[in-house]
């Protein structure tokens, strides 16, 4: 029976059914590329979970395993347990996280992995309200897996993805003036992320993922608003609150300034952990908006010296790709 405020039980009400929704994403049985991923990985860094997301869970299916690198975030207890060096330590505290490339031998071929580190006391905070840029909210809020690890830390990572969707559907709510429907609450919040992000994405991008993640939107928006601490009403497909959202497209246009800044941090820091890192962003760039950068090999040999200098010549022809266009 449920006890305390009206306001508590609603909130109460809306983890469950996140958390609910979390776990059935969970559910099914990995594709066997994936699974042998996460084993080697989980065996990498034992008594640590896994989140499995982004290319390898949506593609995977349709493309040769060896062909794509899957995307992983380990979560562990602590720093301490994670690394034994204390110069790692400091950098994923920071500038989270810390990427590193991983491959592992397979029926399938050489099967590859980026994977990003974090422990669950900060991966908690960074998904939370108390973090502003969208990096790690708007992206944990999308449909993820959760593998390994014990019962405990299990639920504290569901209620973390928790608390990341309401963060993302709160402030995407506060780009709208009157009613909206989860699919175009998440057009809009995905769209913003991806500018604040300064990410490669192409205008069909957000609807395309939408798609592919069939339910998820409409399923857990109303949930997620109600978890964030906003009173709605849902009339059919539209969602309709009952105060407004706090406004937040001024606090998203700061987004875009400080994610140029955390772009450009994360990519020269990326350079030192993660092996042959600036052609791999490359390639992410060329695969989702078509502009081939065409590093150069003084930038694969001086990666921190060229970053800088690719990231300059991709503005360019982004620009210029926009005016063709």
């Known amino acids: 029976m449920q006890v305390g405020p009206p306001e508590t039980q609603a909130r109460d009400a809306a983890l469950s059914a ?54 992983f975030y380990i979560i562990g207890d602590s720093y301490d347990a994670l690394y034994a060096s204390g110069a790692m330590k400091l950098a994923n505290r920071l500038v989270p996280p810390n990427v590193f490339y991983f491959e592992t031998p397979s029926p399938f071929g050489t099967l590859r992995a980026k994977y990003a580190v ?50 993302f559907c709160k402030r ?18 995905l769209g913003v992320s991806y500018k604040a992000e300064l990410r490669a994405e192409d205008a069909t991008r957000a609807a395309k993922l939408i798609e592919s993640y069939g339910d998820w939107a409409v399923s857990v928006t109303a949930p997620a608003l109600i978890y964030a601490g ?3 009403d849902v009339e059919g497909a539209v969602i309709r609150p009952k105060q407004t959202p706090p406004q937040t497209a001024r606090a998203w246009r700061l987004r875009g300034v400080q994610g140029a800044f955390l772009s450009v941090l994360r990519l020269l820091k990326g350079t030192q952990t993660f092996k042959g890192g600036i052609d791999y962003i490359a390639w992410k760039i060329k695969r989702h908006s078509g502009v081939d950068l065409q590093i150069t090999d003084w930038e694969r040999r001086h990666p921190m010296l060229g970053a800088p200098g690719a990231a300059l010549r991709y503005y360019r022809l982004r620009a210029q790709t926009n005016r063709n266009a």
């Open 18 to 71: 996140l958390r609910e929704r979390i776990r059935a994403v969970s559910a099914p049985p990995l594709n066997e590329p994936a699974q042998l991923l996460l084993d080697a990985l989980l065996a990498k860094h034992p008594g640590a979970s896994a989140l499995f997301y982004g290319s390898g869970a949506s593609v995977a299916r349709a493309e040769d395993p060896a062909s794509i690198i899957f995307d």
């Open 118 to 167: 974090l422990s669950i006391n900060h991966f908690e905070k960074l998904v939370s309200e108390e973090t502003f840029h969208s990096y790690f909210w708007a992206r944990f809020a999308q449909p993820c897996r959760v593998h390994g690890g014990s019962a405990e830390m299990t639920a504290r990572i569901e209620t973390a993805l928790a608390s990341a969707i309401a963060t």
């Open 172 to 189: 995407a709510a506060g780009l709208f003036d009157g009613p909206f429907t989860a699919r175009e609450l998440w057009l809009a919040g």
């Open 230 to 232: 906003l009173d709605i």
